[in-house]
């Protein structure tokens, strides 16, 4: 990390990553401290690279951030039987002393929200925390600098930790820099044919896919990747869930983000050229990343392989897409009466729910 990162202005690159991690921060506390009948009795938000928790004009860094949702969800925070635990952790002792001083003078309420500090190295501290994650339910918060922290040991660590959301930053791009350094691609298992097989601007996909390679097969979890670029350098995060509907939170937020590809927030594929100049070759307008996965789930319908709107939901989600993407091509087959279906549902609060039943896809 530059010894000067804090002090100067969050970059932009900076500011997509923290408005991707408020926004779900946003969806996240609600689901355990707003219910009436709490399923978990603890909440852990483990923020391990937290910094001061401002840059040089003021803007909030995380902690500051999940302090201040929290003050949205005063209510809740005041009425439920919930722990609620903030877990903040630099290896700087400087950072975590003018931390505690910021939130001190931030007159952010912290009345039944219990805030632990650390100076750690970040190794070190993952194995004492993990004890304080059984039991509860867990939001992750990586925002380390490069590509270290997240190997494939940790990683394998992480997933495998029940009720627990991770967010993670990664320099991708350093991938690409120092592709010939073992010591580099050996963290998830790259090679460097691989990386140089890919445009530059495609790395954090292709670190993506290492990761979720990674994820034993039978392990029920899902990832889904934002690119964020600056400059020439492609960096990301990576969002891991264990249930349907962490995935399908983060995913809403990410195509509000990009609402042509849902993950990035450039042009990762020529798919907003394509959608504003269109090709006089139709095959290449076919080739954007919405209509190319609406074709292959109309495929899939009709060929029968998709038998109701359960797994429509489930290759959806998998795929990294949202209920308005799948709602366009169920209507359209209904109308043109391709298939008979009545009131599906392709949100997870409804359509996983334990007592009803999947609605069936009739081909006609």
């Known amino acids: 990390m530059s010894e000067d990162f804090f002090q100067k202005p969050f970059t932009e690159d900076t500011n997509v990553k923290l408005s991707l991690y408020k ?7 609600p689901v355990f401290i707003a219910a009436r009948r709490p399923f978990k009795k603890v909440v852990n938000l483990f923020d391990f690279f937290c910094g001061p ?10 902690p500051l951030i999940a302090l201040e949702i929290l003050k949205e969800y005063q209510e809740y925070v005041q009425d439920t039987t919930v722990e609620i635990n903030l877990h903040f952790n630099d290896s700087k002792i400087e950072y975590i002393e003018t931390l505690r001083k910021n939130i001190n003078e931030s007159g952010l309420p912290t009345d ?7 100076n750690k190295d970040f190794t070190e501290l993952f194995p004492d925390t993990i004890p304080k994650m059984e039991n509860a339910a867990n939001l992750i ?17 992480l997933i495998g930790l029940p009720v627990t959301d991770i967010i993670f930053f990664i320099s991708s791009s350093t991938f690409n820099r120092f592709h010939n350094d073992d010591n580099v691609t050996n963290v998830i298992g790259l090679t460097s044919e691989e990386i140089q097989e890919k445009p530059f601007y495609e790395i954090h996909r292709l670190v993506h896919q290492k990761y979720f390679e990674l994820i034993p097969q039978e392990v029920s979890y899902s990832l889904a990747p934002f690119s964020i670029k600056k400059g020439t350098n492609i960096y990301g995060l990576i969002f891991g869930s264990g249930h349907p509907l962490g995935m399908e939170k983060f995913l809403n937020i990410c195509w509000k983000e990009d609402e042509e590809t849902g993950e990035a927030n450039f042009d990762i594929q020529g798919d907003k050229k394509l959608c504003l100049q269109p090709s006089l070759f139709p095959e290449d307008n076919d080739k954007r990343k919405i209509p190319t996965f609406q074709r292959q789930l109309e495929d899939k319908i009709l060929s029968g392989e998709l038998k109701s ?15 308005k993407h799948v709602s366009e091509v169920v209507n359209r087959l209904k109308k043109t009466g391709k298939i008979k279906i009545k009131h599906p549902s392709f949100s997870c609060t409804t359509v996983l729910k334990p007592t009803r039943e999947p609605k069936k896809i009739e081909i006609l």
């Open 53 to 62: 928790g401002k840059d040089s004009e003021g803007t909030s860094g995380s």
């Open 23 to 29: 926004e779900y921060l946003k969806e996240w506390f």
């Open 309 to 323: 709107d359960k797994e429509v939901f489930v290759y959806m989600i998998n795929n990294g897409f949202i209920g």
């Open 141 to 157: 918060f990586l925002d380390q600098f490069g590509v270290k922290y997240v190997n494939e040991e940790r990683f394998k660590v």
């Open 112 to 118: 039944k929200i219990n805030i632990h500090f650390y």
